[in-house]
């Protein structure tokens, strides 16, 4: 399936006719090739793109939010006037400005639907986060000037390019509102001549032609009815009408010229990233302990790997695994919290256990300031959810303690030999991280996200450590 065609058109400066631009080449490439499939939608919030292309009042499947919240860019598309399609547009979309940060979240988003042909992006008067997507997503860049002030803000674009790494050669000037009435003296005879002249100097290169400015157009704005007419329908005795074709056959022969295009690109990364993401969820698992870290009792690889509780990780990332709810529960109940007798499953400080571990991460280390060598004390904490500290507990290790008929060996000790003890027994200074995993899949915590989620309470636990 090859990718869409994407001309974001972007501007941080306001009135150079962005809107008008965007709205009306959709119709004009419609014109050119009926059977290219069109998509208009724009970041701005003045609803230009609903007015223009809304045929009924219908409830509406979704808005331009969607392409950030995780919806399907197929199922929030509306079929418009003229035949262009559209996807409505949002009062609600300035709320989402604080929740992202990543430019690559709209390139993403389109790369997973089945969209083809032209899409057009109108955004608005600013660099924010939902323009810079679509400048990134972006095939071709349009940029309307229409005066000096606005040709200096175009640094700005060109800079993001930059900064991201990605090549200018989409970047293109369009002047707009030239008013043909103006003429100089000198070299630069009018004011499209000026601004060309203004762009080459710069570095920058332009679209051929340029977009007259016109009374008659701008009408076709503002009337009572509320209703934006299209330059094609109502301005074909203006000059705009000639621009805007000749600017349509640009951007429609761009797009056959152009084999390979930006989602192309993206979804190959996307890809390439998926396989690399997998090969290193496959070396955690490979690297897991097959056995619980407590009692030995086998878990991956086996079925009874739904019996896993915790995950369990050494700070130098040497010894990683699973431990049975059942056995860290009796550890932590025995030998942390002074239980004078057995807690069964049933029990409902079992259950209260169980429920506040969900929102806990454990530590056991070597207890601060233990000098000497033949007296082992062990540190228990407990940090929550944020990675501060909640409770700390502190015990003597004893490898034999007395029971009812006998001396046994300690439980601990095993957990401790497969994790932090040193060759000759001793703990040092590493410590041993543990989480609550779901039992349903507890190799979810292995995932990407979920792991660099436990690294980072990881370090940041390790901060706060004697």
Known sequence: MSAPYIVTISSEKGGVGKTTLATNLAIYLKALHEDLPVTLLSFDNHFSVDQMFRINRQPQRGDVTGLFTGSNPDDLIETGEYGVQYIPSSKQLHALRRELDDPTALARALAKSSLGGII???????????????????????????????????????????????SRRPLRILPCLVDGRIHFDGPFSDPYQLLKAYAINRGYRCMEGFIAKSPKVE???????????????????????????????????????????????????????EIEHQGIYELRR???????????????????????????????????????????????????????RSIETHDPVWELFRESAQRSYF?????????????QKLSFYRFDDSGLEVSHKTIELQEFEKRLLSKERSDLFPLLERTLFNEQGRLEGEFLLLRKVSSDLPEEILYDQNYANFSDIMNKVGTQLP
């Open 363 to 375: 530590l056991l280390q070597r207890a601060p300031h233990t000098k000497n060598f033949y007296q």
């Open 120 to 166: 057009i992006i109108d955004t608005r008067p600013d660099l924010d986060i939902f323009t810079q997507s679509a400048l990134y997503a972006a095939d071709r860049v349009i940029v309307p000037v229409k005066d000096a002030p606005s040709m200096d803000n175009c640094r700005h674009i060109y800079e993001f390019f930059d900064e991201h790494g990605i």
């Open 219 to 273: 009408s076709l704005n503002t009337n009572p009815e509320g209703k934006i007419y299209p330059v094609l329908s109502h301005g074909r005795q203006t000059e705009v009408h000639v621009q805007m074709t000749h600017i349509a056959r640009q951007v429609y022969l761009n797009t056959l010229d152009t084999e390979t295009r930006r989602l192309d690109e993206y979804r190959k990364d996307m890809a390439e990233a």
């Open 286 to 340: 490979n690297n897991l302990a097959t056995n619980c870290l407590v009692c030995g009792n086998p878990l991956v690889g086996n079925e009874s790997i739904g019996m896993a509780g915790y995950f369990a990780q050494t700070s130098n990332m040497k010894v990683s695994g699973f431990i049975e709810e059942e056995c860290f529960t009796g550890l932590v109940f025995r030998y942390f919290y002074g239980a004078k």
